[in-house]
């Protein structure tokens, strides 16, 4: 499912326009955004969590040459899922 596919079914499932249903989804992936950034997490209970992980600094090699090359540290978005995401889907 794509963005348009879901805005889609938001709006279908909440009864509401396309346009507004495409307002919400948007306003919600960019607060979501906006709370990782500031290394928060949101829970949305039943549903999972949005978090930040450290990934470390690290050697790694360049496949092509073999040669050995510094990763630079880096922050990951991860989602853990909640019960009731898991039962839906089990």
Known sequence: MNKTEFV???????????????????????VIGDALKKDDQVTLVG????LVSKREA?????PRTGEEIQ????NVPRFKPGKALKETIN
């Open 71 to 74: 990763i630079a540290a880096s």
């Open 47 to 50: 549903f999972g969590t949005f």
């Open 8 to 30: 889609d079914a938001v709006a279908d499932e909440a009864d509401v326009q396309k346009s507004d249903a495409l307002k919400i989804v948007d306003s919600m992936t960019k």
């Open 58 to 62: 690290r050697k790694g090699r360049n």
